[in-house]
């Protein structure tokens, strides 16, 4: 049960979402359990903001393969200032709990609230599923969304006897701990939102096992382990502690929904448990009186020949980046940005994002030379960074706070080329540029 990785299985996996996806855009009908609806383009929002990691671009990968382009990047200022008031799906990936819910604190904690209370649909995985989990500690206890307990919580902390520094977080006077990473076999117990049902697999990285609660529905559970399992503690604590606890949980609120994952199902490896986030999301609002497709992006064609060379002096700054990224995988160094170890491959993740859209986007029709300014002058500040810090390393000075700025800077740069991306995407479903 390997996951599946080609190209064109995915792309057949892929392809009854994009359909759906393309002919909801566009107000068509699409057939839903053997009749024919009008289904709501949602309008999705992806959080980029402070605590989130290099897995938020995940998202992006699946998203983009099926079909939902309306995407916006939130971070904890844009939550803040109401931005969830145009969205239909939020999604929070992993990265730094704490640092997440410090940034958006008791506004954001406030507006998530009503987000969902209103109708909204809530995907959080990893940091994110750990987010709105009852808590009494500071700043957690501002999102008790969920009264739900995991089995990876001690007061006693096991031995770990691989990567200790990717073994436990602190929590309070107690350890979120993490037995095992990468591949897991989950099987899925609800056939009222999968379009699929029995085992799959999934990678986890440090996410959660929830133990059963009556505040929320199960509907996967850790099943099993994998040849690509990587063990971190005792294999038996590694069993008592996941299996048969569940991986994905559910819990509506108000009109709204909370779907809570253990396991990276966005990761783009994946591909099956891919569309099990789309599956969440069609539940989620099914219940929606409107089924309006996305506003039409405006068209800003534009004869000036300076968006070109100012798009070919992006794509060179980036190139630029790329390779002293790649030099920096090759040094022993790794950085704690509060309660997460960044590796230098985590750079990369963010470059090659852009990279393998650049050629995929027409720049005289959807971008303005203020965007593209504001994304040289990022692009430019980040290969500098990046020398900088390569240049440190080999005089063995400490890069942290210059890796911090280096990665807050990846954030805004890489969700500023995708806005400029989706919107092109968008441009083309409306003109019949997908087929």
């Not at 359990?33 to 992006?60: D, E, Q, R």
């Not at 996305?294 to 060379?309: G, M, Q, W, Y």
Request: glycine share 6%; aromatic share 10%; proline share 4%.
């Amino acid at each position: 049960m390997l996951p599946i990785k080609n190209e064109a299985t995915r792309n057949d996996i892929f392809k009854p979402y994009l359909t759906i996806n393309t002919n909801s855009a566009l107000g068509k009908p699409v057939k839903i359990n053997g009749s024919f609806k009008k289904l709501l383009y949602p309008k999705i929002g992806i959080y980029n903001g402070s605590g989130a990691s290099h897995s938020w671009l995940w998202f992006v990968e699946i998203l983009d393969s099926m079909g939902f382009f309306d995407i916006e990047f939130v971070d904890e200022q844009h939550i803040k200032n109401g931005g969830l008031k145009n969205l239909h799906v939020l999604l929070l990936s992993g990265g730094d709990t704490f640092a997440i819910a410090e940034s958006l604190g008791k506004e954001g904690a406030e507006k998530i609230r009503v987000f969902l209370e209103e109708g909204g649909l809530y995907i959080g995985s990893c940091a994110g599923a750990y987010l709105p989990l009852k808590s009494s500690l500071s700043p957690l206890n501002l999102f008790n969304f969920a009264s739900v307990r995991i089995s990876n919580l001690t007061k006693t902390l096991p031995q770990p006897v691989k990567l200790p520094e990717k073994f436990c977080t602190s929590y309070g006077c107690q350890y979120v701990f993490h037995p095992v990473r990468e591949e897991v076999t989950i099987s899925l117990t609800d056939s009222t939102i999968y379009q699929q049902n029995g085992e799959l697999i999934a990678p986890i990285y440090g996410g959660p096992a929830f133990l059963p609660s009556e505040n929320a529905r199960t509907l996967a559970r850790y099943a099993g382990f994998t040849s690509q399992t990587l063990f971190l503690a005792d294999q038996q604590l590694a069993y008592d502690t996941l299996i048969g606890k569940s991986a994905v949980i559910t819990k509506k609120m108000g009109k709204g929904h909370l779907f809570l994952l253990g396991p990276h199902l966005e990761h783009p490896h994946y591909f099956k448990a891919n569309t099990l986030i789309a599956d969440m999301i069609y539940y989620g609002i099914r219940e929606r009186e409107d089924t309006s497709s996305f506003s039409i992006p405006s068209i800003e064609t534009s004869e000036c020949k300076n968006l070109n060379t100012l798009w070919r002096n992006i794509k060179s700054q980036v190139s630029n980046s790329r390779i002293v990224a790649l030099s920096l995988e090759r040094e022993q160094v790794k950085w704690q940005i509060g309660y997460k170890i960044y590796e230098p491959e985590k750079i990369s993740v963010f470059l090659e994002t852009i990279w393998s859209r650049f050629d995929k986007i027409n720049i005289q029709k959807c971008g303005n030379e203020t965007e593209l300014y504001a994304i040289i002058t990022m692009s430019k500040r980040l290969t500098d960074l990046l020398r900088s810090i390569k240049k440190h390393i080999m005089q063995e000075v400490d890069t942290t706070k210059s890796a911090q700025e280096m990665f807050a800077l990846l954030k805004k740069l890489t969700s500023s080329f995708l806005s400029l991306y989706f919107k092109d995407l968008r441009l083309n479903l409306i003109n019949g540029g997908i087929n």
